[in-house]
């Protein structure tokens, strides 16, 4: 009878070995990310519940202890009530408003053709700009006085605009600027999704009879609903954190219409140094995000 020394017969020392290797080199790749994640994502998250459950006394310098007291005060503060009117309303019209012209965006130039490229490029443009200093130049385009829009408005006949200035104006001036940079950005992976779709699935519509409007309604939109709940989900969080074109061009001004709650949560902390309030702020937010995303998901779940 013979012996295997324990070992068993399908052991292979060399396969042991290059799978251990392998675990290795993924956890040489992995764990930098997550530790980028936990430093920059999941810590702030966290130290933002935990903060909301303590104030700074300014008379001893010590920190206590207060429970929901923040998040009480806040439902009492008519500042934090405008905010949060205020970030409702932008997402409202922001985010519909972003989609909608991405997937136009996304099907005009998803057939290629000579001028398809040339578009691809004008509509992706705003995207290699950074935002601070997108904000920078149409803050400068839409001065009020000195502006080239309001320029060129005149030269048509149509009075100056306050824009930024009007609180009527400002929160729209706010999104034309978001929806200029964010459009094209969303366009992206709304055309991946539409690239994806089976040539010859579009082609089977097409000779039966299917119009443009039909095969974009009944064939291409439930087949990049993937794509399409990515993007959404993703321009919702991105929206409700939105903060640097407050920040750098309104100030939350004028009279508070556009007044958002992480620029609020900003000037709260920082400005005012309640940062127990102000992390009651955020939290909030995190926790309206969360329940708005978890119901975008399950409407927008494909079904295969």
């Known amino acids: 009878m013979s012996r295997n020394n324990g070992i068993s017969p399908g052991y292979n020392p060399e396969i042991r070995k290059f799978k251990i290797r392998s ?39 010590k920190t206590l202890f207060v429970g929901f007291e923040n998040y ?12 949060l009117i205020v970030t409702l309303k932008f997402n409202l019209i922001t985010t519909p408003v972003q989609i909608v012209i ?18 691809r490029v004008i509509f992706m443009m705003p995207i290699a700009i950074a935002l601070t200093s997108a904000c920078m130049l149409w803050n400068i385009m839409l001065n009020p006085n000195q502006g080239i829009v309001n320029s060129i408005l005149g030269l048509v006949g149509i009075d100056a605009q306050p824009f930024f200035t009007s609180k ?40 039966d009879g ?40 309104t100030l939350g001004g004028p009279e508070g219409s556009t007044d958002l709650i992480m620029y609020e949560a900003y000037k709260t902390g920082f400005v005012y140094a ?27 779940k494909p079904k295969y």
């Open 168 to 207: 009527t104006q400002a929160m729209m001036s706010m999104i034309l600027i978001c929806n200029w940079r964010g459009c094209g950005y969303w366009m992206l992976y709304l055309l991946t999704g539409i690239q994806d779709v089976s040539q010859s699935v579009l082609e089977s519509a097409r000779i």
């Open 102 to 119: 991405a997937l136009i965006l996304a099907l005009l130039v998803s057939k290629p053709s000579r001028t398809s490229s040339t578009f």
């Open 274 to 300: 309640d940062f127990g309030k102000s992390y009651a702020m955020v939290s909030l937010l995190i926790i309206f995000a969360f329940a708005v995303v978890m119901v975008e998901m399950k409407l927008l």
């Open 23 to 61: 675990g290795i080199e993924t956890l040489v790749f992995v764990v930098p990310a997550l530790l980028l994640l936990i430093i920059f994502k999941i810590y702030p998250i966290l130290l933002s519940f935990f903060g909301s459950f303590f104030t700074e006394s300014f008379l001893t310098g």
């Open 210 to 249: 299917a119009g443009r409007l039909r095969t974009i309604w009944s064939i291409i939109l439930p087949m990049i609903k993937r794509s399409m709940m990515f993007v959404v989900v993703s321009d919702t969080i991105s929206n409700l954190l939105m903060f640097i074109p407050v920040h750098m061009i």
């Open 72 to 83: 009480v005060s806040l439902f009492r503060d008519s500042i934090f009530i405008n905010s």
